[in-house]
């Protein structure tokens, strides 16, 4: 599956209604305590906030999404979702490998706060190379360490 990665911002949402339906259909999917609102408020919100959510893209259709906040030197990333109906299909690691590569080319870490992660969250990102820091309040990869300095 050639999954793609595509970020949107507040004026693509704004623009495109199919990316702002296809956002809302992965976000529509998570269970409700795993957000800090309503899906729909939540999107509202982090785009308004001038956050992205990057995206995995698969036949002009967004198959997941992943909320993603600039601060200083890092890409800090939260509430990583993908559609029911494409899960276990290896999305997920593809989307966070796009992002490793995108944040390598830009200069950024990656960093997920563990304050809302699940199991199934925290063996994902330890199987991509994501390590726990700062006292456990956070995983961090460094791209240009994690992919050998190739983007």
């Known amino acids: ?44 919100d982090q785009l308004e906030r001038q956050g992205t959510f990057c995206c995995g893209r698969f036949n002009d259709r967004l198959l997941g999404a992943v909320a993603m906040n600039v601060v200083d030197e890092a890409w800090w990333l939260s ?21 490793c590569h995108e944040a390598l080319r830009d200069g950024y870490l990656l960093r997920v706060a563990t304050s809302t992660l699940l199991l199934g969250d925290e063996l994902l990102l330890k199987k991509m190379g994501f390590r ?13 360490a994690s992919l050998g300095g190739k983007g």
């Open 132 to 144: 726990l820091v700062a006292g456990g309040e956070y995983y961090e990869m460094d791209p240009k």
């Open 79 to 99: 509430n990583l979702c993908i559609r029911k109906t494409t899960r276990r299909r290896g999305v997920a690691s593809r989307l966070v490998t796009l992002i």
């Open 1 to 44: 599956m050639p999954v793609t990665l595509l970020k949107v911002t507040k004026d693509e949402w704004e623009r495109d209604p199919q990316l702002a339906l296809d956002l809302a259909r992965i976000y529509a999917d998570v269970p409700a305590e795993r957000l800090p609102l309503p899906a729909d408020d939540y999107i509202r």
